[in-house]
């Protein structure tokens, strides 16, 4: 499944499994934050006396790809995956290069 890096940076809740706050930014470098459970985003053991921001990953779906002149861009939603927006927007356009196939955490 391919994946967009996001930076882990606060710890939100401490329901299990735990919640924490990511942040990633799209191609017009509009920054964004999405919340949820510690296992959507990572396989380290995170918690509220962790340090941030650590590195993580969201699965997104690949929907459509965008040429462009200062290199090519992908339309990729993140919906399928039900992560919680805090803009509910859950389709952004992001520059191709940051697109990762596979597991991000192998």
């Not at 996001?6 to 990511?22: K, M």
């Not at 017009?28 to 949820?36: E, G, S, T, V």
């Not at 993140?78 to 191709?96: A, G, K, M, R």
Request: aromatic share 10%; hydrophobic share 35%; glycine share 6%.
């Amino acid at each position: 499944m391919p994946h967009i890096r996001v930076e882990i940076v606060e710890f939100v809740d401490s329901g299990q499994p735990g919640w924490v706050a990511c942040t990633f930014r799209d191609a017009d470098a509009k920054l964004h934050r999405i919340i949820d459970k510690i296992p959507l985003f990572t396989a380290e053991n995170l918690w509220s006396d962790s340090t941030y921001p650590q590195p993580g990953i969201i699965e997104c779906r690949v929907l459509e790809r965008i040429p462009s002149p200062s290199g090519n861009l992908v339309r990729i939603s993140i919906e399928p995956y039900h992560y919680e927006l805090t803009d509910e927007q859950s389709e952004f356009v992001i520059n191709e290069a940051d697109l990762h196939p596979g597991s991000g955490w192998q």
